[in-house]
């Protein structure tokens, strides 16, 4: 292929989350809420310092997002944030914590973890 393919392929390659089988299997009841958290935190900063550069430089030659996710039956930050929305209303539902809407925390965890990664990569 072109130049331009070989690099969408190269950026476009693991850009699946790893911590979504971790996610699907719902919060712990033997471990601490809050080391949880600080893990699944972790995990997902990680997984965007890794994948949040090559998003911006595929969105920058022209790539819609579509295209970036075109292979996935749900795109991964979708998928991300379904599952997450899950595990906080499991974690609401085994009294782990009072999480009275699910979908506006895994927003703010998420949303709270990309920010710092934007700015961090944008601002320095």
Not at 62 to 76: D, K, R, T
Request: aromatic share 6%.
């Amino acid at each position: 292929g072109t130049k331009m393919e070989l690099m969408r392929r190269a950026l476009v390659s693991d850009l699946s989350p790893d911590f979504l089988s971790d996610l699907a299997r719902g919060p712990n009841t033997e471990v601490d809420l809050r080391e949880q958290l600080t893990e699944l935190g972790i995990r997902i900063s990680a997984f965007l310092e890794r994948v949040a550069p090559r998003v911006a430089v595929l969105k920058a030659g022209g790539v819609c997002l579509q295209e970036i996710f075109a292979e996935h039956e749900v795109p991964p930050p979708v998928l991300a944030h379904r599952l997450l929305t899950q595990w906080f209303a499991k974690a609401d539902a085994l009294g782990l914590a009072t999480i009275p809407e699910p979908a506006s925390a895994a927003h703010m965890l998420m949303g709270g973890l990309q920010s710092r990664i934007m700015q961090h990569h944008f601002f320095g």
